[in-house]
T-cell receptor
Framework: DAKTTQPNSMESNEEEPVHLPCNHS???????IHWYRQLPSQGPEYVIH???SNVNNRMASLAIAEDRKSSTLILHRATLRDAAVYYC????????????FGKGITLSVRP | EAGVAQSPRYKIIEKRQSVAFWCNPI?????LYWYQQILGQGPKLLIQ????????DSQLPKDRFSAERLKGVDSTLKIQPAKLEDSAVYLC???FGQGTNTEAFFGQGTRLTVV
């Protein structure tokens, strides 16, 4: 399975935008890019996913590089509640597609 | 819409004892996952069901862990006998389909401490 690389941690200020990077240089054409986040003492929750085009939803935006070797999760206005571990995951299409988590990036939000 | 329900929330057992966790997925979700999350690490997939059939159990330590999904709905995960290194949060998740275009919903997990 293709791997993703994320920084260990990032800090941001409340009410400012946050850009969380993810590298996936060995991505294949059928790999979807998924983002999940995990708040303290909670199970992971879905944030967003995409294949080739940039995606927006009520939680965040996903910007995918043209060569698909990297992507960026964008939180438009960080709140204290956004402090969490964010996981960038590649999910390969097929009968055995599965959600494989790495270490993720820990986002801290300063008031 | 009710979420994924797991019980118990916490469990403390002695090593070599057995323990079982229960998961009730979201109604209508065909795919069910069990994950193990050790402190400071990302969740590790133990087993994935599609309805009541196993899709992937390659990382399940089958000498001590077992899981079943009766009638394609509820699922139980059992550890027998438990070891100290089994101390972790056990997460259950479900999704409507199995494909890459679906999102998975997670329960709050069961925190197991083996002493």
């Amino acid at each position: 399975d293709a791997k993703t690389t994320q920084p260990n941690s990032m800090e941001s200020n409340e009410e400012e935008p946050v850009h969380l990077p993810c590298n996936h240089s060995t991505i294949s054409g059928t790999d979807y890019i998924h983002w999940y986040r995990q708040l303290p003492s909670q199970g992971p929750e879905y944030v967003i996913h995409g294949l080739t085009s940039n995606v927006n939803n009520r939680m965040a935006s996903l910007a995918i590089a043209e060569d698909r070797k990297s992507s960026t999760l964008i939180l438009h206005r960080a709140t204290l509640r956004d402090a969490a571990v964010y996981y960038c995951i590649l999910m390969r299409a097929g009968a055995n597609s599965k959600l494989t988590f790495g270490k993720g990036i820990t986002l801290s939000v300063r008031p | 819409e009710a979420g994924v329900a797991q019980s118990p929330r916490y469990k403390i057992i002695e090593k070599r004892q057995s323990v079982a966790f229960w998961c009730n997925p979201i109604s209508g979700h065909a795919t069910l996952y069990w994950y193990q999350q050790i402190l400071g690490q990302g969740p590790k997939l133990l087993i994935q069901f599609q309805n009541n059939g196993v899709v992937d159990d390659s990382q399940l330590p089958k000498d001590r862990f077992s899981a079943e999904r009766l009638k394609g709905v509820d699922s139980t995960l059992k550890i027998q006998p438990a070891k100290l290194e089994d101390s972790a949060v056990y997460l259950c998740a479900s999704s409507f389909g199995q494909g890459t275009n679906t999102e998975a919903f997670f329960g709050q997990g069961t925190r197991l401490t083996v002493v």
